[in-house]
T-cell receptor, first 111, second 115 residues
Framework: DAGVIQSPRHEVTEMGQEVTLRCKPISGHDYLFWYRQTMMRGLELLIYFNNNVPIDDSGMPEDRFSAKMPNASFSTLKIQPSEPRDSAVYFC?????????FGPGTRLTVL | DAKTTQPTSMDCAEGRAANLPCNHSTISGNEYVYWYRQIHSQGPQYIFHGLKNNETNEMASLIITEDRKSSTLILPHATLRDTAVYYCIVRVALYSGGGADGLTFGKGTHLIIQP
């Protein structure tokens, strides 16, 4: 099993640009979670999906953030426009409702 | 807010047992105790979850007190590769009728294994 796959692993962009992070969950998993990790705030849940449907997006910080899951094998997290305070490591995780399995993360730097 | 309390950091000598405590005094009957760890620059890694029985796998043992208000994760023979932040999290069980929800991470315990 390849595990959760995230791309890109690193992203450097300038303030105001659109950023798209991608996630491929483990095959057969029906839950998908997006988390963000910063030194100040630690690991925070942003949004999660069940069977491709968003269940709870209360952790999404602002309207600049949006997430989609067009099918069971792909999800995106988009930031438009990006700001320096969005710099963080973004993790995707998937599960069958039990233990969550995390991807390696995308380290985002917004200059 | 996280519903668990853990020491901020702990040291342990290589080869010795590392005992990581967690207090979850407000745990509900339908909540499991989950343990994850995060090695520097990697994603969190699932270790264990349990309801009330003690558990053991190839990595560690989980001891949950009878009143379920605290638990201890035990790494029996710690190695340098076990240096990581260890998170204890309580989470509603699927069987209680709801679906899964996201994990609420606290600050965890930074375990440092000394050579």
């Amino acid at each position: 099993d390849a595990g959760v796959i995230q791309s890109p692993r690193h992203e450097v962009t300038e303030m105001g640009q659109e950023v798209t992070l991608r996630c491929k969950p483990i095959s057969g998993h029906d839950y998908l979670f997006w988390y963000r990790q910063t030194m100040m705030r630690g690991l925070e849940l942003l949004i999660y999906f069940n069977n491709n449907v968003p269940i709870d997006d209360s952790g999404m910080p602002e309207d600049r953030f949006s997430a989609k899951m067009p099918n069971a094998s792909f999800s995106t997290l988009k930031i438009q426009p990006s700001e320096p305070r969005d710099s963080a490591v973004y993790f995707c995780a998937s599960s069958l409702g039990g233990p969550d399995y995390f991807g390696p993360g995308t380290r985002l730097t917004v200059l | 807010d996280a519903k668990t309390t853990q020491p901020t950091s702990m040291d342990c000598a290589e080869g010795r047992a590392a005992n990581l405590p967690c207090n979850h005094s407000t745990i509900s009957g339908n909540e499991y105790v989950y343990w994850y760890r995060q090695i520097h620059s990697q994603g969190p890694q699932y270790i264990f979850h349990g309801l009330k029985n003690n558990e053991t796998n190839e990595m560690a043992s989980l001891i949950i007190t009878e009143d379920r208000k605290s638990s201890t994760l035990i790494l029996p023979h710690a190695t340098l590769r076990d240096t990581a932040v260890y998170y204890c999290i309580v989470r509603v069980a699927l069987y209680s009728g709801g679906g899964a929800d996201g994990l609420t991470f606290g600050k965890g315990t930074h375990l440092i294994i000394q050579p």
